[in-house]
């Protein structure tokens, strides 16, 4: 079975921090996504990539960035962290074709102080 | 705008029971649509893909139907369990950049 391993379950940082979430897949997907989940708003797409150094913006890029250097891996950057990045992070991967579902890492809670 | 929607209230059943959850949308026509499980604190689950020349799809207890007519998919659990107790997530391309837009999920509870 494909994983996705998210590097922390639970992270706290300070407002104004620089903030780095790893997300490694086994299965050399093409595909990575990150997205946020909050109450009542659902998950939101924040950046994709669809190969190594490519990057694309998603629906809530404001405020992040994100790289990806080596296929099995994208990181997500929070450049100075905000209160409200306080979140449920969730990163994806997908096999090339949209044929595939996604398969999701166990997330990390964020919490911004 | 493009929305995507399912019912926010939780479904309540009895154990044994087919549950029924639904997923429309409007504004759009997407070539598949997918649903996932999701458990607290966990991330999601991918459950089925069915595509748009694909009335239905199943897979063991699981039943979805896909009316492109109507913009709306059932998704069926045949003699639930308590242990399908979970938020069920339908999500369909509707971007065009293959990315997935999410639907906020339904919260099934199944009791003994």
């Known amino acids: 079975d494909v994983k996705v391993t998210q590097s922390s379950r639970y992270l706290v940082k300070r407002t104004g921090e620089k903030v780095f979430l790893e997300c490694v897949q086994d299965m050399d997907h093409e595909n990575m996504f990150w997205y946020r989940q909050d109450p009542g708003l659902g998950l939101r797409l924040i950046y994709f990539s669809y190969d190594v150094k490519m990057k694309e913006k998603g629906d809530i890029p404001e405020g992040y960035s994100v790289s990806r250097e080596k296929k099995e891996r994208f990181s997500l950057i929070l450049e100075s962290a905000s209160t409200n990045q306080t979140s449920m992070y969730l990163c994806a991967s997908r096999q090339g074709s949209s044929n595939y579902g996604y398969t999701f890492g166990s997330g990390t809670r964020l919490t911004v102080v | 705008s493009q929305k995507i929607e399912q019912n926010s209230e939780a479904l309540n059943i009895q154990e044994g029971k087919t549950a029924t959850l639904t997923c429309n949308y409007t504004n759009y026509s997407p070539a598949y649509l997918q649903w996932y499980r999701q458990d607290p604190g966990r991330g999601p689950v991918f459950l089925l893909l069915?595509?748009?020349?694909?009335k239905e799809k199943r897979k063991e207890r699981l039943k979805v139907t896909f009316d492109t007519t109507l913009k709306q998919s059932l998704f069926h659990i045949t003699a639930s369990q308590p242990a399908d107790s979970a938020t069920y997530l339908c999500a369909l391309d509707i971007s065009g950049y293959s990315t997935l837009t999410f639907g906020k999920g339904t919260m099934l509870l199944v009791s003994p």
């Open positions: 069915i595509r748009e020349n694909e």
